[in-house]
């Protein structure tokens, strides 16, 4: 058969004659061999040889550099914290706005608007020294001013009442924010617990504990926006509260029935406060819309700011700096990193939660092994390490998360001052329940566990101890009782409670005084 011909009439044909001459490899061969003559040409020729290049060339190169610059920056600064998903849902937390006609916050200003009287100054003072945990005092004009302004005290308690409070959405929350409802309604709070007081001095207790439920609600308010500023209000105003309905509970005419029925319904206002998890969600939100002000530059580096003419200008520059060194993108990946790596832990109990890192960031935790990481992901010692870098230290969110450095801790601390509000809903229980159990046996118990199972399913453990120790309690030879939480400093002061800074937190139950003011 002679050979075929590369006009042969089929595909197959054409092919086999192909491969048969070998035409396949020949032409490979000669396209290599066009390009093994083009470098060689071009190392000639000498392009790649700086020193060779001509004054055009250089100004094209500078000019080329000068603008990939800034993006290798970026590049660099945004590799060294990869990105994370949201641990949550954001429409699950930014939720329906409220109407302002349906707000709580309105009807609350309403009332603050009316004291905006000569005798405002005088009457908050007023309230203040009766509604302290030590060392009271009563300022007579107080029953005066209380039975001529009946009208404002029930506008406070119709507000109380509304199921609806936000104040402001996180949708466009933000650190500049004016804070001012919430430190109005913060001041607000101690009326209805002053007017409760004022009932339990004439003995009429049932009003009292009427107006103590106002407070609290007027707390779950408080807390409804999320942010820490306004979970700190809430607290504030719910610890101030407890104290006085301690000494509520100590009235000799009440039953117990009545003191038990006072525990559920201690414990369906204290179901409204907010949890941890909720309010770092909600802070991610004022942290994110804080970045997109105009005023984020100076927020993150104060020296910046100055008060120049040029100043929008100057702000231009600031935030092509910034977009540079990969801000605020890497300030918000870093926030998603610590979220991710904590969300799940700080809602639970102290000895309950992972192993943390190390002492001095007590919010960042050790991975869970067993569990499947998220892609991404930072390890805890990569995501200390970065916290550590120089970059991390200008990070504005570090402080919502994390206790940097060997600074004492202070109230603002988000995890342990929740825990310390978590001491007193426990303690107040307490307080109630060693009540209640007077009533029944004519004396307090001599522990806790005689408590249990009549009046407690078991002994509660202090939010405040890192071993989950059990709520400490003392009979002394008096009469007495404390019940008391560690404080701030997580260390067993002995019960100390009282004076202006105590140590510990706590309540004492007097018996051989009076339980009026």
């Not at 000639?44 to 250089?58: D, I, L, V, Y």
Request: hydrophobic residues 40%; aromatic residues 10%; glycine residues 4%.
């Amino acid at each position: 058969m002679s050979a075929i011909s590369p006009s042969a009439r089929t595909p197959d044909d054409q092919l086999r004659w192909l491969l048969k001459n070998r035409y396949v490899e020949r032409r490979l061969s000669q396209d290599v061999s066009l390009v093994v003559l083009v470098m060689v040409y071009s190392v000639r020729r000498g392009w790649w040889k700086p020193w060779n290049w001509s004054t055009r060339r250089w100004l094209v190169a500078i000019v080329v550099s000068m603008l990939l610059c800034p993006f290798v920056v970026r590049w660099i600064c945004l590799w060294q914290v990869p990105d994370v998903a949201l641990p949550f849902v954001v429409d699950d937390v930014i939720g329906v706005e409220v109407p302002t006609n349906d707000d709580a916050f309105t009807a609350y200003a309403v009332v603050f608007q009316a004291l905006g009287t000569k005798s405002n100054a005088w009457l908050l003072g007023a309230v203040d020294q009766a509604t302290r945990a030590y060392d009271p005092q009563w300022d007579e004009r107080l029953d005066q001013w209380f039975a001529s302004h009946e009208n404002i005290l029930a506008q406070f308690e119709r507000a109380s009442e509304m199921e609806r409070a936000q104040w402001i959405s996180p949708k466009v929350i933000h650190f500049n924010v004016h804070i001012a409802p919430l430190q109005n309604l913060r001041t607000l709070a101690r009326l209805p617990v002053a007017v409760a007081l004022r009932c339990q001095r004439s003995g009429e207790l049932e009003q009292a504990w009427k107006w103590y439920r106002t407070a609290l609600r007027c707390a779950g308010h408080a807390q409804k926006p999320g942010v820490t500023v306004a979970n700190g209000s809430g607290r504030s105003i719910r610890t101030q509260t407890y104290f006085a309905i301690a000494e509520w509970a100590g009235h000799p005419s009440l039953t117990a029935e009545r003191l038990r029925a006072a525990r559920v319904e201690l414990a369906q206002d204290a179901s409204t406060r907010m949890m941890p998890s909720d309010v770092m969600k909600v802070d991610y939100f004022m942290i994110k819309n804080t970045t997109e002000r105009d005023y984020f530059p100076n927020l993150l580096y104060p020296q910046w700011e100055t008060a120049s003419l040029h100043e929008q200008t100057l702000l231009i520059g600031k935030r092509f700096y910034l977009w540079t060194i990969g801000q605020p993108d890497v300030s918000m990946r870093l926030c998603r990193q610590l979220m991710v790596n904590n969300l799940d832990q700080i809602d639970l109990p102290l000895h309950r939660r992972r192993s943390a890192l190390r002492p001095e960031y007590p919010m960042v935790f050790e991975l869970d092994p067993e569990q499947r990481h998220v892609w991404g992901q930072l390890k805890a010692e990569q995501l200390v390490g970065t916290l550590q870098s120089p970059l991390g230290q200008h990070l504005i969110e570090i402080e919502l998360f994390t206790d940097l450095g060997p600074q004492k801790a202070h109230p603002s601390d988000l995890d342990r001052a929740h825990r310390f509000g978590e001491a007193h809903v426990s303690m107040i229980d307490l307080v109630l329940a060693a009540q209640e159990f007077q009533r029944v046996h004519h004396e307090f118990p001599a522990s806790l566990q005689q408590l249990v199972p009549e009046f407690l399913d078991a002994v509660p453990f202090d939010p405040m101890s890192p071993s989950g120790a059990p709520m400490n309690y003392r009979h002394e030879v008096n009469g007495d009782v404390v019940i008391w939480s560690l404080g701030y400093d997580q260390t067993d002061d002995g019960g100390d409670i009282e004076g202006k800074e105590p140590k510990d937190a706590g309540y004492r139950i007097r018996v051989n005084s009076p339980t009026d003011r």
